[in-house]
């Protein structure tokens, strides 16, 4: 069973950063590609960027060149750097292990507003 718990989330001003955080446990993260989703209030969510199991990154387009996707295989974490957040970035964000389709954590909230 894979469970994940993102952390790192909060309040930000516009411009800000954040770095969140997923922990991974019963599945190495070296042997899997995984996501960062974002569900804002009466929106679908969406995957904002994407790590393949060779560590290669993909991004959405509106995030390109302000997030950074990696990951520490050691720690079996990966990480979402934020950087220069804008007001449309305010979501609930999770990470997520593509081959396990229920596997989803609790999610972080992340508040973008002066």
């Known amino acids: 069973q894979v469970q994940l718990v993102e952390s790192g989330g909060g309040l930000v001003q516009p411009g800000g950063s954040l770095r969140l955080a997923c922990v991974v446990s019963?599945?190495?993260?070296?042997?899997?590609?995984m996501g960062w989703y974002r569900q804002a209030p009466g929106k679908q969510r969406e995957l904002v960027a994407s790590?393949?199991?060779?560590?290669?990154?993909a991004y959405l387009d509106s995030v390109e060149g302000r997030f950074t996707m990696s990951r520490d295989v050691a720690k079996n974490t990966v990480y979402l750097q934020m950087n220069n957040l804008k007001a449309e970035d305010t979501a609930v964000y999770y990470c997520?292990?593509?081959?396990?389709?229920?596997?989803w954590g609790r999610g972080t909230q992340v508040t973008v507003s002066s």
């Open positions: 790590i393949t199991s060779g560590g290669s990154p």
């Open positions: 997520h292990v593509f081959r396990y389709s229920d596997s």
């Open positions: 019963g599945r190495d993260i070296s042997h899997n590609s």
